[in-house]
């Protein structure tokens, strides 16, 4: 099946540095994918949709200049935090669609960002 | 008022119950319906998707949408205690939607043995 590579699964970094998320398509092109957020016990936000050449859009209230979204190639998305805070400690979770017809949506394992 | 409402739970049944979890939805342009299961700090798992309305079998698992009411239901039969998760509902409008998912706040399920 369809599957989207996040990484790191987990990272812990000091206030003020920028932390780098990738997120893979291993086995299908990913023409779009979406980055969202989620708090804990909270269901996902969606904070931007990526397509591949193309600008991010992003959702009302999310800081395009603090969330850099890449989307370069149709197998490799990153989500840039740039001077992470302690209150962009979250879980980010990538998702793309897959392939032109609608099946669906497939999710990266996540992200667990830690800002101290 | 939230475009898909899901009630958050928790919900706490004996192994092998039937279990039933619902969502409603206010935007009648959706045209598919997603059901996700998500364990704890893992991304969420498409567990079933339907388009318009109607029953969907996967095993243990039944999903249904009835868009008259809007109104759609996941169905687990036999439960587990590997079912213990958090379950989301999603919808898709599909054409000049960009391809935007809108879920519900999904509910925590606990099977206990």
């Known amino acids: 099946g369809a599957v989207v590579s996040q990484h790191p699964s987990r990272v812990i970094c000091k206030s003020g540095t920028s932390v780098k998320i990738e997120c893979r398509s291993l086995?299908?092109?990913?023409?779009?994918m979406f980055w969202y957020r989620q708090f804990p016990k909270q269901s996902l936000m969606l904070m931007a949709t990526?397509?591949?050449?193309?600008?991010?859009?992003?959702e009302q209230g999310v800081e395009k200049d603090k969330f850099l979204i890449n989307h370069a190639s149709l197998t490799l998305s990153t989500l840039t935090v740039t001077s992470a805070h302690p209150e962009d400690s979250s879980f980010y979770i990538c998702?793309?669609?897959?392939?032109?017809?609608?099946?669906?949506?497939?999710f990266g394992s996540g992200t667990r960002l830690t800002v101290v | 008022q939230k475009e898909v409402e899901q009630d958050p739970g928790p919900l706490s049944v004996p192994e092998g119950a039937i279990v039933s979890l619902n969502c409603t939805y206010s935007?009648?342009?959706?045209?598919?319906f997603m059901w996700y299961r998500q364990y704890s700090r893992k991304g969420p798992e498409l567990l079933m998707y339907?388009?318009?309305?109607g029953n969907k079998e996967d095993g243990r698992f039944t999903a249904q949408v009835d868009k008259s009411s809007k109104y759609i239901s996941l169905f687990i039969r036999d439960s587990q205690p590997s079912d213990s998760a958090t379950y989301l509902c999603?919808?898709?409008?599909?054409?000049?939607?960009?391809?935007?998912?809108?879920f519900g706040q999904g509910t925590i399920l606990t099977v206990h043995p």
């Open positions: 990526s397509n591949e050449g193309s600008k991010a859009t992003y």
């Open positions: 999603a919808t898709y409008a599909g054409g000049t939607s960009y391809g935007k998912l809108t």
């Open positions: 998702s793309a669609r897959i392939g032109a017809r609608f099946y669906g949506y497939t």
């Open positions: 935007n009648s342009a959706f045209q598919y």
């Open positions: 086995d299908f092109q990913a023409t779009t």
């Open positions: 339907t388009y318009s309305s």
